[in-house]
């Protein structure tokens, strides 16, 4: 089973002589980080969409075979919250076509406080070809019915499996044939970090969940001290060990 770990962005200044050596510049930071990882999550996009030109040189600093998935725009996500998807969901896949072959898939991450609404979902997944694969991450409990569990996978959409503090807050379901995560918090020593028996509880899940050739894009977004990387990596060996 593909497992590709990675992080939720690679732009921390704070990673300078954690992850990153004081003498790399900034501005090689992404080929630097390319050369551990097989994946990032880019969570800038959900903050402003850059131009296709971007995209485009994004995927020229990175090696063959790297994945960036994309952050959906909160303008999709928070300010229209589903609403009238058609506009944002063109102008962000025109935008991420620069990544060609590099495009990973997309990350709709919902507000805390947006209710479940399965017509609104639909819709929104229906603006996607069915080359763009699409995680979801509600974090709202309404959103844990079979109505919602019918609607993405009908549409071949993953529930995005989410972590804080070594649990899961979202249920276990595979809805796609491929699985996306995202650690948010760990329980370990020092904090944030995720100890090891819990990253191997994840491994076993990810393992029993889907089969060999199944590919599962797992990100970790505790960047704090550099807990990120660290755990990203060991998550990797895990995975790779099993």
């Not at 969901?89 to 399965?118: C, F, H, K, N, Y």
């Not at 019918?150 to 379901?173: E, Q, S």
């Amino acid at each position: 089973m593909p497992v590709l770990a990675g992080t939720s962005g690679w732009q921390y200044r704070h990673w300078r002589g954690v992850f990153y050596p004081p003498d790399v510049p900034q501005r090689l930071w992404l080929e630097y980080y390319a050369g551990r990882f097989a994946t990032v999550e880019n969570n800038g996009t959900f903050y402003r969409l850059p131009a296709r030109e971007t995209f485009s040189e994004w995927h020229a600093r990175t090696p063959d075979g790297f994945v960036m998935a994309v952050k959906a725009s909160r303008y999709l996500s928070h300010v229209r919250r589903l609403r009238e998807p058609a506009e944002p969901v063109r102008r962000m896949l025109e935008a991420a076509s620069g990544l060609a072959g590099t495009l990973g898939p997309v990350l709709i991450q919902l507000p805390p406080g947006l209710a479940a609404d399965p017509a609104l979902l639909d819709e929104c997944l229906r603006q996607f070809p069915a080359r763009v694969r699409v995680a979801v991450e509600p974090r709202h409990e309404s959103w844990w019915t079979d109505g919602i569990r019918a609607v993405l996978t009908a549409r071949g959409a993953a529930l995005c499996w989410a972590d804080r503090g070594g649990t899961p807050v979202t249920p276990l379901w595979r809805t796609a044939d491929w699985g996306y995560l995202r650690f948010h918090e760990g329980g370990g020593d020092p904090w944030p970090r995720y100890a090891t028996a819990e990253l191997r509880a994840w491994a076993d899940r990810v393992a029993a969940a889907w089969p060999r050739d199944a590919t599962v894009y797992a990100y970790f977004n505790n960047d704090q001290e550099g807990a990120a990387v660290q755990d990203a990596a060991a998550f990797a060996d895990l995975t790779r060990s099993r």
